[in-house]
């Protein structure tokens, strides 16, 4: 069936530097596109979402992209500090159920 | 009480006991949700309740029973636990449609072990 998945299960990147988290998705049906933070021992939290009718958007230190050409998500993380240590998700809401459906996780380590 | 809670934290449980995992919320969201996560996997939909008194059948179903008396509370229960459902179980809410979708909050989970 259709998934959302991930290309690199780990990444570490040095405290300062920016971080890209990729996401590749299948299902050209999704109309929003979410990106959760989970850090360990805790539930994920929401970072910044994207309509399928976008192909950029901006927050706090985060920058959500994406192609739907090529049918990818990524998440950039600026400046990136020891806080923002953690699993990150993508995740995709599709169908008139409107439910979630969660790619498998990347882990950001950051570096001192 | 602010947010979601979920109890317990852990448990160690014998295969082939019922269990009830408890999930309370005190923003009076109408929708509530259950998922689990295996290691190194993203979270699974199990069941869901878009307004009390309403329950769904998620991703991964078979094994699980919840139930939505009230708006606060929405238990999942093992009838007869098994291995395979040792996880850690989220519990998530949403106050409803935002910008098209249900925005979700989710609980701190609660690690099962079943043996």
């Known amino acids: 069936g259709e998934s959302v998945g991930l290309h690199l299960p780990t990444l570490s990147v040095q405290e300062g530097d920016n971080s890209i988290i990729n996401c590749a998705y299948s299902n050209s049906a999704s109309d929003y596109f979410i990106w959760y933070k989970q850090e360990s021992g805790k539930g994920p939290q929401f970072i910044i979402d994207?309509?399928?009718?976008?192909d950029k958007r901006q927050g706090q230190r985060v920058t959500v992209l994406l192609n739907k050409t090529v049918k990818h998500l990524s998440l950039q993380i600026a400046a990136t500090q020891p806080g923002d240590s953690a699993v990150y998700f993508c995740?995709?809401?599709?169908?008139?159920?409107?439910?979630?459906?969660f790619g498998s996780g990347t882990q950001l380590t950051v570096l001192p | 009480i602010a947010g979601i809670t979920q109890a317990p934290t852990s448990q160690i449980l014998a295969a082939g006991r019922r269990m009830t995992l408890r999930c309370t919320q005190d923003m009076r969201h109408n929708a509530m949700y259950w998922y689990r996560q295996d290691l190194g996997l993203g979270l699974r939909l199990i069941h869901y309740?878009?307004?009390?008194?309403?329950?769904g059948k998620g991703e991964v179903p078979d094994g699980y029973s919840v139930s939505r008396a009230n708006t606060d509370d929405f238990p999942l229960t093992l009838a007869s636990a098994v291995p395979s459902q040792t996880s850690v179980y989220f519990c998530a809410s949403s106050p409803g449609l935002r910008g098209g979708y249900n925005e979700q909050f989710f609980g701190p989970g609660t690690r099962l072990t079943v043996l």
């Open positions: 994207i309509r399928s009718n976008m």
């Open positions: 309740s878009n307004t009390a008194g309403t329950t």
């Open positions: 995740a995709e809401i599709t169908g008139s159920a409107r439910q979630l459906t």
